[in-house]
Nanobody, 121 residues
Framework: QVQLVESGGGLVQAGGSLRLSCAAS????????MGWYRQAPGKQRELLAD???????YYAHSVKGRFTISRDNAKNTVYLQMNSLKPEDTAVYYC???????????????WGQGTQVTVSS
């Protein structure tokens, strides 16, 4: 069984910063890409950033230059440093990972439970 557990969400004023963490645990053989998504009320879930096992990153236009994704492969953990937060960044933030649970098996998407980020104006 694989679990992804996020932490670090909360309430922050506009212009402030938060750092989200997501730790994967359980029966894990390897982790390929890890990423962060968010979903605001009434909107579709959107990809914010992802990072491969080799460290190649991608950022959505809406967060490029403000958010930084990183990962610690030894800890199976991905981070999202969020700076210059805006009220429109308010959403539930989810982490996701492509994980292979044992050698010779395919890789599958796993998701965390989500953490609320609220940015006040």
């Amino acid at each position: 069984q694989v679990q992804l557990v996020e932490s670090g969400g909360g309430l922050v004023q506009a212009g402030g910063s938060l750092r989200l963490s997501c730790a994967a645990s359980g029966s894990i053989f390897s982790i390929n890409a890890m990423g962060w998504y968010r979903q605001a009320p009434g909107k579709q879930r959107e990809l914010l950033a992802d990072i491969t096992s080799g460290g190649t990153t991608y950022y959505a236009h809406s967060v490029k230059g403000r958010f930084t994704i990183s990962r610690d492969n030894a800890k199976n953990t991905v981070y999202l440093q969020m700076n210059s937060l805006k009220p429109e960044d308010t959403a539930v933030y989810y982490c996701a990972a492509l994980i292979t649970v044992s050698a010779g098996r395919g890789e599958y998407d796993y998701w965390g439970q989500g953490t609320q980020v609220t940015v006040s104006s």
